[in-house]
Nanobody, 114 residues
Framework: QVQLVESGGGLVQPGGSLRLSCAAS????????MGWYRQAPGKRRELVAI???????TYADSVKGRFTISRDNAKITAFLQMNSLKPEDTAVYYC????????WGQGTQVTVSS
């Protein structure tokens, strides 16, 4: 069993920044990737960013240049630094870990509004 605990969401004004964290614990053996997805009301869940065990990263076009994903392998934690936030970034952000199986966090709300 793997548990994911997300934190760092909240309300921020346009142009502001937030940093999300996802801490994994439990029966973790080999993590192939950690990533962030988001789902806005009435929309499908979409990829935001992924980082592999080797450090390779993938970003959605809509967040390139503004968001940065990183990970602390020792603490089994992934981070998403979000800068220059826009109202369209408003969504529930979910952490996903691939370690044999796929595990999802409970989600953290990010609201960008003035």
């Amino acid at each position: 069993q793997v548990q994911l605990v997300e934190s760092g969401g909240g309300l921020v004004q346009p142009g502001g920044s937030l940093r999300l964290s996802c801490a994994a614990s439990g029966s973790i053996f080999s993590i192939s990737s950690m990533g962030w997805y988001r789902q806005a009301p009435g929309k499908r869940r979409e990829l935001v960013a992924i980082i592999t065990s080797g450090g390779d990263t993938t970003y959605a076009d809509s967040v390139k240049g503004r968001f940065t994903i990183s990970r602390d392998n020792a603490k089994i934690t992934a981070f998403l630094q979000m800068n220059s936030l826009k109202p369209e970034d408003t969504a529930v952000y979910y952490c996903r870990v691939v370690s044999g199986n796929i595990y999802w966090g409970q989600g953290t709300q990010v609201t960008v509004s003035s």
